[in-house]
């Protein structure tokens, strides 16, 4: 692979100054470029070619893990090390921006409920536990404000909503979507932390109205709300670091794309057995009904 190296950026570096670097002499590249490629070094590029493939299609947000699970759905026969190796030889590596500056966040709450959920995040069935929790994204325009529902069942993003200000609005938006989405039979529990927009009388109205029960993560416990802490994570880490955005309407169509179109169709998730949301929810359902 350092010889299909060397071969590929003849280009841009010199030829000596490349085996040098790699402490091979040159006569050996030349030789190997006089030969005819070996079985092993023509499926090597094929299934480097995949695998570029496969990451680009993922917004070059897949890891060698991922995207070892992509050429296993493709019918690939590879163990993980060896795509880890090819993966690092073509530079592909999960991109994930920049981090969050460390600080304090948030202030005293006027109302606190029970945290019900208490960190038990593994749910059988769907349509039972959702969590929320709402962030910000900036643009050059200012801050535009996220709010998420995650149905704990799949791990999908059952409801969002987004706007210019933080208020209890968005995120009773967001909820009225996955109320909207899912038209639950059954009382469902919703958690949150403690902010503002989650201890308003508005917010207590609406649960009350559409058979929602309220449990609330502890005073400074990020863990307690875990996974929409996570998506969060996941969505800033893979999407909204690596753009500029110059408006609140351009933010809120990329956030569309990565919830609508990739997350929720398409990111593939180890707890849900390497499936996404969608085809997870889908998966059980045949099995439930014995297809």
């Not at 991922?66 to 073509?90: I, M, P, S």
């Not at 210019?164 to 919703?190: E, F, N």
């Not at 958690?191 to 649960?207: I, K, P, V």
Request: glycine share 4%; hydrophobic share 35%; aromatic share 10%.
């Amino acid at each position: 692979m350092r010889y299909a190296f060397i071969a590929e950026h003849r280009s841009v570096f010199s030829v000596r100054a490349m085996c040098r670097c790699l402490r091979i002499h040159p006569s050996g590249f030349y030789a190997w470029l006089m030969a005819p490629l070996s079985k092993r070094a023509r499926e090597d590029i094929r299934q480097t070619e995949l695998l570029s493939k496969a990451w680009k299609e993922s917004g070059k947000v897949y890891d060698y893990r991922k995207l070892h699970d992509d050429l296993l759905d493709q019918g690939e026969t590879c163990c993980l090390n060896r795509v880890a190796r090819l993966a690092r030889l073509a530079g592909i590596k999960a991109e994930i921006g920049y981090k969050r500056r460390p600080g304090r966040y948030g202030g005293k709450p006027s109302l606190v409920v029970d945290n019900t959920l208490d960190r038990q995040f593994d749910v059988v069935t769907p349509n039972r536990i959702w969590v929320t929790d709402i962030t910000y994204i900036r643009t050059q325009e200012g801050f535009a404000y996220l709010a998420v529902v995650i149905d704990l069942y799949s791990r999908r993003v059952v409801g969002w909503s987004m706007q210019s200000r933080q208020t209890t609005d968005v995120v009773l938006q967001a909820l009225l979507m996955a109320v909207w989405r899912r038209t639950p039979k059954h009382k469902v529990l919703i958690h949150s932390d403690q902010g503002s927009q989650f201890t308003s009388m508005d917010w207590a109205s609406f649960l009350k109205a559409h058979n929602l029960v309220h449990s609330m993560s502890r005073r400074g416990n990020c863990q307690d709300n875990a996974v929409a802490e996570s998506f969060f994570n996941l969505l800033k880490r893979e999407r909204v670091r690596r753009r500029t955005y110059k408006t609140r309407v351009e933010a809120r169509q990329d956030v569309f794309d990565y919830i609508e179109m990739f997350y929720n169709p398409k990111r593939k998730h180890f707890r849900n057995g390497m499936l996404s949301p969608v085809d997870f929810e889908r998966q059980q359902k045949m099995n439930d009904e014995g297809v």
